[in-house]
């Protein structure tokens, strides 16, 4: 169903009765990383932007303490109390909200019982971060309510919200995620993507405008989920690298924070090879970063468009969470006449490509990548010339 918003109202009273005057309307975009992948978590630099794709909740307060759930995809309401939020784990979905809702109360925020009717238009398990738009639509839906509730007069706090969601995934649904996609649904800017630096959450707006080219997602529809191990276990990888490191540079508290020089003098003291070859991933992908914001400041796409093929080839060969489908589909984008980079982005194992293709070769790329990754993996894929969007917000359209 495309975001109607009218249509959304109606059906929310269809669920919940009343009428559609107190309704309210929140969106959580999704977002897609150009470049900077599995970083955030070692404190690195990262470059997202939010999507138009969203998370859009329509709610209303109500009076009895709790937490009640539809959503548009799903048969089943759920709900849960205010005061028994944890118990929100074993949900048959509405983990996340009840998640947030939990670290939101435990942050000392004062929540009111809301009704809601979620709507997604970010597809699930893409590594567009379709928890992370649900998690910042539910946080800024609950704050907005509760203090309105609470007679409290302040505005929400987004990179707070950030903060907090990404707590969730880590403490409530046990994802040990950085905060590169929480912190992108909350801090997006049309038009724009964002240069974070994971370590101190400090950040800058970068217009992300690619004169003749386009950036175009492409859905390889192989599903993923975040919770599986191998995530977890990167994370973990990585922590054991900077173990071994900090023998020999104690006064370094991340990964990240290790230069290139400083990696190539001590590198050789990592003896197990898989642990190196992450570790060797992640400071020459923090060091991309940089050189493909300079690229940006410089309008020289072709360089950014280099370093994305760069970045792609480490996240495949050296911190291998890509699988077939992914890698089908960036060297089949690679071979369309003009495309100046490829890459997957997100968590890997499935979900979404980020590619930067010009702008008269849009149908002729979707065909070609289309037809050829088909052949090769029996999957049909999507494709989505992306529109870089606002962040978490409410909306307040003219009805
Ligand atoms: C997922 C996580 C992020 C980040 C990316 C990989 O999207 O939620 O924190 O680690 O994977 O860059």
């Given at each position: 169903?495309?975001?109607?918003?009218?249509?959304?109202?109606?059906?929310?009273?269809?669920?919940?009765?009343?009428?559609?005057?107190?309704?309210?309307?929140?969106?959580?975009?999704?977002?897609?990383?150009?470049?900077?992948?599995?970083?955030?978590?070692?404190?690195?630099?990262?470059?997202?932007?939010?999507?138009?794709?969203?998370?859009?909740?329509?709610?209303?307060?109500?009076?009895?303490?709790?937490?009640?759930?539809?959503?548009?995809?799903?048969?089943?309401?759920?709900?849960?109390?205010?005061?028994?939020?944890?118990?929100?784990?074993?949900?048959?979905?509405?983990?996340?909200?009840?998640?947030?809702?939990?670290?939101?109360?435990?942050?000392?925020?004062?929540?009111?019982?809301?009704?809601?009717?979620?709507?997604?238009?970010?597809?699930?398990?893409?590594?567009?971060?379709?928890?992370?738009?649900?998690?910042?639509?539910?946080?800024?839906?609950?704050?907005?309510?509760?203090?309105?509730?609470?007679?409290?007069?302040?505005?929400?706090?987004?990179?707070?919200?950030?903060?907090?969601?990404?707590?969730?995934?880590?403490?409530?649904?046990?994802?040990?995620?950085?905060?590169?996609?929480?912190?992108?649904?909350?801090?997006?800017?049309?038009?724009?993507?964002?240069?974070?630096?994971?370590?101190?959450?400090?950040?800058?707006?970068?217009?992300?405008?690619?004169?003749?080219?386009?950036?175009?997602?492409?859905?390889?529809?192989?599903?993923?989920?975040?919770?599986?191990?191998?995530?977890?276990?990167?994370?973990?990888?990585?922590?054991?690298?900077?173990?071994?490191?900090?023998?020999?540079?104690?006064?370094?508290?991340?990964?990240?924070?290790?230069?290139?020089?400083?990696?190539?003098?001590?590198?050789?003291?990592?003896?197990?090879?898989?642990?190196?070859?992450?570790?060797?991933?992640?400071?020459?992908?923090?060091?991309?970063?940089?050189?493909?914001?300079e690229a940006l400041r410089k309008n020289d796409i072709p360089e950014l468009g280099r370093l994305l093929v760069e970045a792609n080839a480490s996240i495949r060969d050296l911190y291998q969470v890509t699988g077939k489908e992914l890698d089908v589909m960036t060297a089949e984008a690679m071979k369309v006449e003009g495309v100046l980079g490829a890459r997957m982005t997100g968590a890997g194992f499935g979900g979404c490509t980020v590619n930067i293709v010009p702008e008269d070769m849009l149908g002729r790329f979707m065909e070609q990548v289309g037809k050829n990754y088909r052949e090769q993996t029996g999957i049909v894929p999507q494709f989505h010339v992306s529109a870089i969007g606002d962040g978490a917000?409410?909306?307040?359209?003219?009805?």
């Amino acid at each position: 169903m495309e975001k109607d918003y009218k249509e959304l109202r109606k059906k929310f009273c269809e669920l919940y009765g009343g009428s559609e005057e107190e309704l309210r309307i929140f969106s959580g975009p999704g977002r897609v990383n150009l470049i900077g992948e599995h970083i955030d978590y070692c404190g690195g630099f990262v470059f997202p932007a939010a999507l138009s794709l969203d998370s859009t909740v329509i709610a209303r307060a109500n009076k009895d303490n709790t937490l009640r759930m539809a959503a548009t995809d799903l048969p089943v309401k759920v709900e849960v109390r205010l005061d028994n939020l944890i118990s929100g784990k074993t949900l048959s979905w509405g983990n996340y909200q009840a998640g947030v809702a939990y670290m939101l109360q435990n942050a000392g925020y004062k929540l009111v019982g809301v009704d809601m009717l979620f709507h997604d238009t970010v597809p699930l398990g893409s590594g567009l971060s379709s928890s992370a738009a649900i998690e910042l639509a539910a946080a800024v839906a609950l704050v907005t309510l509760g203090n309105e509730a609470h007679g409290i007069n302040k505005p929400v706090d987004l990179v707070e919200m950030a903060v907090l969601s990404q707590k969730t995934e880590n403490e409530f649904c046990g994802v040990n995620c950085g905060i590169m996609d929480q912190f992108a649904s909350a801090m997006g800017k049309k038009d724009h993507a964002i240069l974070l630096d994971c370590s101190t959450l400090k950040y800058e707006y970068l217009p992300l405008k690619l004169e003749g080219y386009k950036i175009v997602l492409g859905n390889t529809r192989k599903k993923r989920s975040l919770g599986e191990s191998k995530y977890n276990e990167r994370v973990a990888e990585c922590a054991e690298g900077l173990e071994i490191l900090k023998k020999y540079l104690p006064e370094k508290k991340n990964l990240c924070s290790i230069t290139v020089e400083e990696f190539e003098r001590y590198k050789s003291r990592i003896q197990n090879e898989v642990i190196r070859k992450r570790a060797t991933h992640v400071i020459y992908e923090n060091d991309r970063v940089l050189k493909a914001v300079e690229a940006l400041r410089k309008n020289d796409i072709p360089e950014l468009g280099r370093l994305l093929v760069e970045a792609n080839a480490s996240i495949r060969d050296l911190y291998q969470v890509t699988g077939k489908e992914l890698d089908v589909m960036t060297a089949e984008a690679m071979k369309v006449e003009g495309v100046l980079g490829a890459r997957m982005t997100g968590a890997g194992f499935g979900g979404c490509t980020v590619n930067i293709v010009p702008e008269d070769m849009l149908g002729r790329f979707m065909e070609q990548v289309g037809k050829n990754y088909r052949e090769q993996t029996g999957i049909v894929p999507q494709f989505h010339v992306s529109a870089i969007g606002d962040g978490a917000r409410e909306i307040k359209p003219e009805l």
